[in-house]
């Protein structure tokens, strides 16, 4: 795996993201379970959030991808998905050099969705991502857990579960937009 890590004096953190993982952990597990949104009302009260990403590699086995949030930008490096698990290692980036990858690099087209964050009880949270562009249409809502054995709770938004179909990877919107797919 290549790390990274940026010399960007605006950066106040230049090495691993650690999303509630110490600074010296060296293998990041992401377990995520993702969900349909059904209708609007989950979005009363809450703010969102404009994410720009692209992929480097899009390939199942690891994904790169490039990823500006307001003025932070990120690479992430995900391995295959087994279940609702997966390694993923996150560094942040300069934004100015995520940009131009994004603009230069990326695969296209660049994934825009507007992400809403909302409390989900025991200390989770419900990341509700709604989507711009070729992908218009499309709300997903994510959940990472501690473990896959995690209970939560499940809001009357809340539709069906795609947590183990492809087509929703972000990665497969890219080669797949959602305003293409036979409903």
Same mark, same amino acid.
């Given at each position: 795996?290549?790390? =990274? %890590?940026?010399?960007? #004096?605006?950066?106040?953190? @230049?090495?691993?993201?650690?999303?509630?993982?110490?600074?010296?952990?060296? +293998?990041?597990?992401?377990?995520?379970?993702?969900?349909?949104?059904?209708?609007?009302?989950?979005?009363?009260?809450? +703010?969102?959030?404009?994410?720009?990403?692209?992929?480097?590699?899009? %390939?199942?086995?690891?994904?790169?991808?490039?990823?500006?949030?307001?003025?932070?930008? =990120?690479?992430?490096? $995900?391995?295959?998905?087994?279940?609702?698990?997966?390694?993923?290692?996150?560094?942040?980036?300069?934004?100015?050099?995520?940009?131009?990858?994004?603009?230069?690099? %990326?695969?296209? #087209?660049?994934?825009? $969705?507007?992400?809403?964050?909302? @409390?989900?009880?025991?200390?989770?949270?419900?990341?509700?991502?709604?989507?711009?562009?070729?992908?218009?249409?499309? +709300?997903?809502?994510?959940?990472?857990? @501690?473990?896959?054995?995690?209970? =939560?709770?499940? @809001?009357?938004?809340?539709?069906?579960?795609?947590?183990?179909? #492809?087509?929703?990877?972000?990665?497969?919107?890219?080669?797949? #937009?959602?305003?293409?797919?036979?409903?």
């Amino acid at each position: 795996i290549f790390l =990274f %890590a940026t010399e960007d #004096p605006q950066c106040s953190y @230049p090495n691993l993201v650690t999303h509630g993982h110490s600074k010296e952990t060296k +293998v990041a597990k992401e377990i995520e379970r993702k969900f349909l949104v059904i209708g609007d009302e989950w979005k009363k009260g809450a +703010v969102g959030t404009l994410y720009r990403q692209g992929y480097l590699n899009s %390939a199942k086995e690891r994904t790169v991808r490039i990823r500006t949030i307001d003025d932070k930008a =990120f690479l992430t490096i $995900k391995g295959l998905t087994v279940s609702c698990t997966r390694l993923e290692f996150e560094y942040l980036i300069s934004h100015a050099d995520c940009v131009k990858m994004l603009d230069d690099l %990326a695969e296209k #087209p660049i994934i825009e $969705k507007t992400r809403y964050k909302i @409390p989900a009880g025991n200390g989770l949270t419900w990341e509700i991502d709604e989507f711009h562009g070729v992908n218009e249409g499309l +709300v997903v809502a994510e959940i990472e857990l @501690p473990s896959e054995e995690t209970p =939560f709770e499940k @809001p009357a938004w809340l539709g069906e579960e795609v947590s183990s179909d #492809p087509r929703y990877f972000n990665s497969n919107l890219v080669a797949h #937009p959602f305003t293409t797919w036979d409903k």
